[in-house]
């Protein structure tokens, strides 16, 4: 059956109105990954003499041991984020004689052919081969091997289970993600733990008994095993669930009717977002970018510099502004000629992505409160620059999505997916990166980088209060541009 599945989803391919375009995306992208992994067979043939070269005076076994449990970490954060799941258009075999079974075998099977399965062999291989055959044997290589076998399944199958967890529950991302941050706290910041110490106990266990080396292969199968139930359990889920026009959705959020055809529209596009695989990547990353400020308040030489302060601030809770703002209209292109033929004003349409905005910032800010931890001063940056990308961002965003002619397909992930992206993408980050430094850089010259800050925050402020000058300002330009933005959403 699985060959029966090769050949509907290999004609499915050819016969696509888009086959011509899915092969030079695909040979791209397929030059790039074989770029990645050529690059990673080189730094692996040089691995051991960039061990002695960091960590002189320990055994390169060691220090190859203590980086392995990292590696993996950032391996499942990494498949998180870019693997995509294995897609197979179920309701057409709903009433053939196949079996589940074999539509999730199937489904396994295919989630196989991934690049994040190949790199660590790719990374590790050379270096077992040159260190730990000619000190240890090749019992322990076998055994290196076969654990890294079953961690890299372990890791596959656990993403994979993850992110459909996610698809149906929001939490679980926040509860994956509240989890690697709380790790990286006590091993980076407070030395409570040591991941690079456990990983050294861990794989040394090998050195000693090979045996070991089935542990992770239970884990891969038991995780193998989770994945397969959860899939077979859930197989008709989103082919045959159908809401009942008397339920409310869980995106029919009260308050906002008090904003009437602005909030309604604003809940629309919520549902947009929950819905659809490349907007809810992009929240994801939104979500992801709130652990941004360890990388800046956990470095001394970072953290006192209030520059890096409003970078990090500026980015923390505006990135749903950048990330998602960069593609406005774009979201809505499949629709776009519905939206100007039905009865919606413009002001309420712009509006609406207002009130999104200051949703989503609002989120963010709240999230970021925590980094007082880092000092007054922290909470105080990202309260201004919170109010800056309210007042001031939101406007360039919204003025760049005037000329923003280029259509997205909401069905597609995120991963290294470039439809949509152009010009006017490439310009808006100049503006949103530069305007808060051209105030901040000549009173920081002159020693009061203090009232930079505030002075930003209160810009952001005043725009804010004037906000319906700028949303007539906006409403009369796109009223200019509505129907080339149209145009060039049927072209694109």
């Known amino acids: 059956m699985t060959s029966s ?4 989803q290999w004609k499915a391919f050819w016969r696509s109105k888009n086959t011509g375009k899915s092969i030079a995306v695909r040979i791209v992208m397929a030059l790039l990954i074989l770029y990645l992994l050529v690059n990673v067979l080189v730094l692996a043939f040089f ?13 390169v076994i060691r220090s190859f041991n203590s980086f392995l449990l990292y590696y993996f970490l950032l391996d499942l954060l990494a498949r998180f984020q870019l693997q995509e799941l294995p897609t197979l258009s179920v309701k057409p075999y709903l009433n053939l004689p196949v079996r589940k079974n074999q539509i999730v075998n199937y489904l396994c099977l295919t989630s196989l052919w991934s690049g994040f399965n190949l790199t660590p062999f790719l990374l590790t291989l050379p270096f077992l ?3 730990v055959i000619p000190s240890a044997g090749g019992a322990v290589f076998t055994a290196y091997v076969v654990t890294l076998l079953g961690l890299t399944m372990f890791n596959h199958f656990f993403s994979l289970w993850l992110k459909r967890k996610v698809n ?3 939490w679980y991302m926040l509860a994956f993600l509240l989890f690697i941050a709380v790790v990286s706290l006590l091993d980076f910041k407070f030395k409570a733990i040591s991941i690079s110490s456990f990983s050294v106990f861990i794989f040394n266990q090998l050195l000693v008994y090979p045996l070991y080396m089935l542990l992770p292969v239970l884990l891969a199968a038991g995780m193998y095993l989770v994945n397969y139930r959860f899939l077979r359990s859930n197989l008709y889920l989103d082919e045959l669930r159908s809401d009942s026009s008397g339920e409310k959705s869980s995106t029919e959020i009260p308050f906002l009717n008090r904003f009437g055809m602005a909030g309604q529209l604003t809940v629309t596009e919520l549902k947009l977002i929950l ?5 809810k990547s992009s929240l994801t990353i939104c979500s992801m970018m709130m652990l941004y400020g360890l990388l800046f308040y956990t470095n001394p030489a970072l953290g006192s510099s209030y520059g890096w302060k409003i970078f990090a601030s500026l980015f923390m809770t505006g990135i749903f502004i950048i990330n998602y703002g960069q593609f406005m209209f774009s979201w809505q292109s499949s629709h776009f000629d519905g939206i100007l033929a039905h009865r919606i004003t413009t002001e309420d349409f712009i509006k609406s992505k207002f009130i999104l905005f200051t949703i989503f910032s609002g989120i963010a800010f709240i999230l970021t409160i925590p980094y007082v931890f880092f000092g007054w001063q922290v909470l105080f940056v990202q309260f201004c620059m919170f109010f800056w990308n309210l007042g001031v961002n939101t406007l360039v965003v919204l003025f760049f999505a005037n000329r923003n002619y280029r259509r997205i397909d909401l069905s597609k992930g995120g991963s290294f ?17 530069i305007l808060p430094y051209v105030i901040f850089v000549p009173l ?21 209060i004037t906000r319906t000058i700028w949303i007539n300002m906006l409403v009369k330009n796109f009223k200019k541009q509505r129907y080339l933005i149209a145009e060039g959403f049927r072209h694109s």
């Open 129 to 131: 081969i040159k260190v």
């Open 5 to 8: 599945f090769l050949q509907h």
């Open 417 to 433: 997916n470039w439809e949509g992206v152009g010009a006017s993408q490439w310009l808006l980050s100049l503006p949103l990166f």
């Open 47 to 59: 691995l051991d003499k960039i061990f002695k070269a960091i960590y002189p005076a320990a055994d």
């Open 168 to 170: 149906l529950n929001g």
């Open 275 to 279: 819905r659809n695989k490349r907007s």
């Open 444 to 464: 920081n010259y002159l020693g009061y980088p203090l009232i930079a800050v505030t002075l930003m925050g209160f810009v952001g402020l005043v725009f804010i």
